[in-house]
């Protein structure tokens, strides 16, 4: 049996509400009567913000162009980042992926952007653990995952027995304040940061699994393969493990008429002034167990070089199990 893994950075999918608000429950309306709700109090509702600004939802046309890659992928298992939360996942497979998806997870995280990780599975699902508390051993009091390092099992139909297990993760970005008194430094702390969280993520994942272990380690991890921020997790020695999209396929040509020199690539930065870099940072790493079952693996190409409904292209792998 072949089962599909992928993983997709669905970049800001926020739900079509810019509040939630406390209201008292209203009688159950009739025919002939309505009710009217009204936020004249500030007590009685929360605005969403961030940076002083209303988290606004996800233009439906964006939604759209995100169903429409995810149903043409058609994995068995993709996980998810940057969603608002377990209801606007929920929303999302169920109005605009017409419930492709029987299973759903997410986990509220620590990022103060309100982006979470998730996965989506048409198979059944076992334990979930969040292992978002991990402390930071730089500073012990916070917590070391931006967001989470989110650990699922992924059930054969019998429930009885799993297929395999899937750690997803959105590692720390490159972003840097345009106010900071120190870009550089900053920059640095950010890559040092990212490297720490590759440290416990091994440390983790190593702790969890025996020698012989199926699992995947799949996300965001907002570096090359080849970085050295990412060296403490995907070189290490207990892991082994080996990346899944060595030899991937475009699902079409990037768009264009100078494409870059590999096709091995998710995320396009454009600096100005500079030629755009393009960057693998969707990975999909296997377990040494797995490695010889990698049947193939794909990278859905965008459309337009800006991205359809996300700046990031999705990844997966199809492994014979």
């Known amino acids: 049996m072949a089962l599909s893994v992928g993983t997709f950075n ?28 009204r936020f004249d109090d500030p007590a009685g509702y ?32 993709l996980a998810v980042q940057e969603v608002e939360d377990i209801d606007t996942l929920r929303q999302f497979n169920r109005v605009e992926l017409g419930g492709l998806y029987e299973h759903v997870v997410l986990i509220e995280g620590n990022d103060p952007r309100l982006i979470d990780v998730g996965l989506l599975s048409k198979h059944p699902l076992g334990a979930v653990t969040s ?28 429930r009885r027995t799993h297929w ?10 490159h972003y840097v304040p345009w106010d900071a008194p120190d870009s550089d430094a900053e920059a640095e ?23 012989g272990s199926r699992f995947l380690v799949v996300g965001d991890m907002n570096d ?8 403490p997790l995907v070189q290490s020695r207990r892991l082994k493990l080996v990346s899944g999209l060595t030899h991937a396929m475009e699902t079409h040509p990037v768009p264009g008429s100078t494409p870059p020199p590999s ?20 990975q999909i790493w296997l377990s040494p167990s797995l490695v010889p079952r990698l049947h193939e693996a794909f990278i859905d190409r965008r459309t337009k070089l800006a991205g359809d409904g996300s700046d990031h292209d999705p990844t997966w792998v199809v492994i014979d199990l």
Not at 10 to 37: E, G, Y
Not at 164 to 173: A, D, E, G, Y
Not at 189 to 211: D, F, G, S, T, V
Not at 263 to 282: C, H, I, Q, V
Request: proline content about 7%.
């Open 164 to 173: 395999f297990t899937v750690f997803v993760t959105h590692l720390k970005s």
């Open 189 to 211: 702390r950010a890559n040092e940061l990212r490297k720490r969280q590759c440290e416990a993520a091994a440390r983790i994942i190593a702790a969890q699994m025996r020698p």
């Open 263 to 282: 096709p091995l690539w998710t995320e396009r930065f454009k600096p100005n002034g500079s030629p755009a870099a393009y960057t693998l940072m969707d």
């Open 131 to 158: 292992w978002q508390q991990t402390a930071d051993p730089a500073a012990p009091t916070r917590a070391v995952f931006s967001r989470d390092l989110l650990q699922v099992e992924v059930l054969r139909p019998d």
């Open 46 to 77: 929360e605005l969403r913000t961030y940076q002083g600004r209303l988290v606004n939802p996800k233009p439906q046309a964006e939604r759209m162009l995100l169903a429409g890659r995810i149903k043409k992928m058609d994995v068995d298992v």
């Open 10 to 37: 669905l970049n800001n999918l926020f739900s079509r509400f810019d509040f939630s608000a406390n209201v008292a429950a209203a009688a159950m309306p009739t025919a002939s009567s309505k009710t009217v709700f």
């Open 224 to 231: 090359a393969e080849e970085s050295p921020y990412l060296e």
